[in-house]
């Protein structure tokens, strides 16, 4: 058994766990795998037989459309769970793929059952982050029929910065993106080019800046303004949980 859970590390921001509940999810990471960067895990309508927890690393999911083209559904950083949306399907909805080098930890679709039965605390954690996950999709895909592609590109900074903030205590105000601007444009329904101009624009109203790959959020509240973003993983309510 590993440890630490890295997935243990990341629900632990929201409500201190047990030891017994550590331990249960410390069984989700007993066999870490390592990928490559450019790795398929699963591709769309695969059989759905692991779910996994990101170790170290980053990934995404996406699905082509009938164009041709990429939509990025979601980027994952390291403590994320994959594969909530396979948990209701025996096929899987999207395709995953590995953005860096990184390890993953499958587990059998099944254990999340043995999860559940004995740690409901945590299976009530799962709920909230789902939906919290929901909603700030909900929010994107609202922005991209109705706000300008500048705003598209400071509410999706925001988003990453502050997910990838969840478990690095030493990010303030930069992070590094390992996003290609292709990458972001097909987060969020834009041109690498179009990508490319607001990002230069925003540095030159010194919104951010870029360094070594390194972006800073020069004035964070001014790009909330401008994005008409919100961070769903503030003010969650977690009242209603059971007691651990």
Same mark, same amino acid.
């Given at each position: 058994?590993? $440890?630490?859970?890295? /997935?243990? $590390?990341?629900?632990?921001?929201?409500?201190?766990?047990?030891?017994?509940?550590?331990?249960?999810?410390?069984?989700?990471?007993?066999?870490?795998?390592?990928?490559?960067?450019?790795?398929?895990?699963?591709?769309?309508?695969?059989?759905?037989?692991?779910? /996994?927890?990101?170790?170290?690393?980053?990934?995404?999911?996406?699905?082509?459309?009938? %164009?041709?083209?990429?939509?990025?559904?979601?980027?994952?950083?390291?403590?994320?769970?994959?594969? =909530?949306?396979? +948990?209701?399907?025996?096929?899987?909805?999207?395709?995953?793929?590995?953005?860096?080098?990184?390890?993953?930890?499958?587990?059998?679709?099944?254990?999340?059952?043995?999860?559940?039965?004995?740690?409901?605390?945590? $299976? $009530?954690?799962?709920?909230?982050?789902?939906?919290?996950?929901?909603?700030?999709?909900?929010?994107?895909?609202?922005?991209?029929?109705?706000? =300008?592609?500048?705003?598209?590109?400071?509410?999706?900074?925001?988003?990453?910065?502050?997910?990838?903030?969840?478990?690095? %205590?030493?990010? +303030? %105000?930069?992070? %590094?993106?390992?996003?290609?601007?292709?990458?972001?444009?097909? =987060?969020?329904?834009?041109?690498?080019?179009?990508?490319?101009?607001?990002?230069?624009?925003?540095?030159?109203?010194?919104?951010?800046?870029? =360094?070594?790959?390194?972006?800073?959020?020069?004035?964070?509240?001014?790009?909330?303004?401008?994005?008409?973003?919100?961070?769903?993983?503030?003010?969650?309510?977690?009242?209603?949980?059971?007691?651990?």
């Amino acid at each position: 058994m590993v $440890a630490t859970s890295c /997935f243990a $590390a990341r629900l632990a921001k929201q409500v201190p766990l047990s030891d017994a509940e550590k331990t249960a999810l410390a069984r989700l990471e007993e066999n870490p795998r390592k990928v490559k960067r450019g790795a398929m895990v699963q591709r769309v309508n695969d059989t759905v037989t692991e779910l /996994f927890v990101l170790r170290e690393g980053r990934m995404m999911s996406f699905v082509i459309m009938p %164009d041709g083209s990429r939509q990025i559904l979601r980027v994952y950083f390291p403590g994320d769970f994959i594969g =909530s949306a396979s +948990t209701i399907y025996s096929r899987a909805p999207e395709s995953l793929i590995a953005l860096t080098d990184a390890i993953i930890c499958p587990f059998d679709k099944h254990a999340l059952r043995r999860l559940l039965d004995e740690s409901p605390r945590v $299976a $009530a954690l799962l709920f909230l982050l789902s939906n919290a996950e929901r909603v700030a999709m909900t929010d994107r895909l609202a922005s991209l029929g109705r706000t =300008s592609a500048k705003a598209r590109v400071a509410s999706f900074l925001l988003d990453m910065f502050d997910r990838i903030r969840v478990t690095d %205590d030493a990010i +303030t %105000d930069s992070f %590094d993106l390992r996003l290609t601007q292709e990458e972001i444009g097909d =987060s969020i329904g834009l041109t690498s080019v179009h990508v490319n101009r607001m990002i230069r624009q925003m540095e030159e109203e010194g919104l951010i800046s870029r =360094s070594n790959g390194r972006i800073t959020l020069r004035d964070i509240a001014r790009l909330e303004e401008i994005g008409h973003y919100t961070n769903r993983l503030k003010d969650m309510d977690l009242d209603w949980l059971p007691v651990g």
